[in-house]
């Protein structure tokens, strides 16, 4: 019973620590992501003990593992039930809602989500809380190194993005349970975190017990203790290239985002892919690797006239006017635009018998630097 009661206030210190550091503290309530699982629960727990304000419960049915996820959204309904905590279900054939090029995890999360964001405005709370522990912390910083995300991918899982905070990343996945056992609240294991066909599970259930047993045997502090330096460095920086895109940007439509140029040199290697980087994160495009960023900071450094693919259908133009980020419908609709232009005004000036170098340098000077 002792030990018991100890475990309790540790977790309720642990817990009260993460709502100040996240600024969640004094919110007047917040939408918690309900998995079933083993730390939804332990979460969904906390904050019935703990949080002041009201609390709550969104569930997303993936409609997957051959109707168990339907026992899931059941158990998850029934547990709300008893807490008196209001439990929002939404029902989503995710398979079937796959956007081009998306895998399931990938419309999985993007329908969680949606489903958190809607059921937040429907509250009107501004804050979402979802379950990432420190194990899911060292498993994604692992998974980064691999991808070559660099610096940034070393922080893992940032402790609060925009509206989403994550009250319970400083426990481990034990902690959680050993919680949750000692309460008597039961929860629902996900057979498929056993299994070992996504990347993720062969990292949680292969790759770490090899380096725990072959390795180092503390290995998890050491990566947390890493999270911990790299997320402050890279705070950082962040701050350092946030004041210089402020002051470099300026807006010009039909832009997503545009740069001045005049600046740029003076700006160091480091700090330009930092601005690149955040920049990125800001327009929400896919995260570039480390080879084409140093591609696109070599064309910024050429200067010239260029086009640079970020996303599917968004590039990067650049002239001596600007940088700007562009959806190539819009280019292609301007480089138009300039065309049919160009041949009004050597139409006009061929009327007028004026030169062939005199036409090409007024055309020049009025071609837009995203045509360019």
Same mark, same amino acid.
């Given at each position: 019973r002792r030990t018991g009661? !100890?475990?309790k206030m540790e977790a309720r210190k642990k817990f009260l620590a993460a709502s100040l550091r996240q600024g969640w503290a004094q919110a007047p309530g917040i939408v918690c992501a309900l998995s079933g699982?083993?730390?939804?629960? #332990?979460?969904?727990?906390?904050?019935?003990?703990?949080f002041r304000g009201k609390v709550a419960a969104a569930?997303?049915?993936?409609?997957?593992?051959?109707?168990?996820?339907?026992h899931d959204a059941e158990f998850?309904?029934?547990?709300?039930?008893?807490?008196?905590i209001p439990c929002y279900v939404k029902t989503v054939e995710v398979h079937e809602s796959r956007q081009t090029g998306e895998s399931f995890e990938m419309a999985g999360r993007r329908a969680r989500y949606e489903h958190f964001e809607e059921t937040a405005k429907l509250?009107?709370?501004?804050? =979402?809380?979802?379950a990432h522990n420190a194990d899911d912390v060292v498993e994604s910083q692992l998974l980064n190194l691999a991808r070559g995300t660099g610096i940034p991918g070393l922080r893992g899982i940032p402790e609060r993005r925009g509206n989403i905070v994550r009250p319970v990343i400083d426990f481990s996945r034990e902690e959680l349970r050993k919680l949750l056992r000692e309460a008597g609240v039961k929860w629902c294991d996900d057979y498929t975190n056993d299994e070992s066909d996504y990347m993720r599970n062969k990292v !949680?259930?292969?790759?770490?017990?090899? =380096?725990?047993?072959?390795?180092?045997a503390g290995f998890d502090k050491v990566m947390l203790g890493l999270a911990k330096q790299a997320s402050e460095e890279t705070t950082e920086k962040e701050a350092e290239a946030a004041a210089l895109l402020d002051k470099t940007g300026f807006e010009l439509a039909p832009a997503l985002a545009a740069w001045h140029t005049d600046s740029l040199p003076a700006v160091s290697a480091i700090r330009l892919k930092e601005m690149l980087r955040l920049q990125g994160v800001r327009l929400s495009l896919p995260v570039l690797s480390r080879e084409r960023t140093e591609l696109l900071l070599s064309l910024i450094r050429r200067g010239g006239k260029?086009?640079?693919q970020w #996303?599917?259908?968004i590039e990067v133009c650049y002239s001596q006017r600007g940088i700007g980020w562009l959806h190539r419908a819009d280019i292609e609709k301007n480089a138009a635009d300039v065309k049919n232009k160009e041949k009004a005004e050597n139409a006009e000036i061929a009327e007028n018998d004026k030169k062939a170098e005199k036409t090409k340098n007024i055309i020049e000077n009025k071609l837009p630097w995203w045509a360019r």
């Open positions: 009661k !100890r475990s699982g083993g730390d939804s629960v #332990a979460m969904l727990y906390l904050m019935k003990e703990y569930h997303l049915d993936h409609c997957t593992r051959n109707g168990e996820s339907h998850a309904r029934r547990l709300c039930g008893e807490w008196n509250c009107g709370y501004d804050f =979402i809380a979802v !949680r259930n292969l790759l770490i017990p090899w =380096i725990r047993e072959n390795l180092n260029w086009r640079f #996303a599917r259908d």
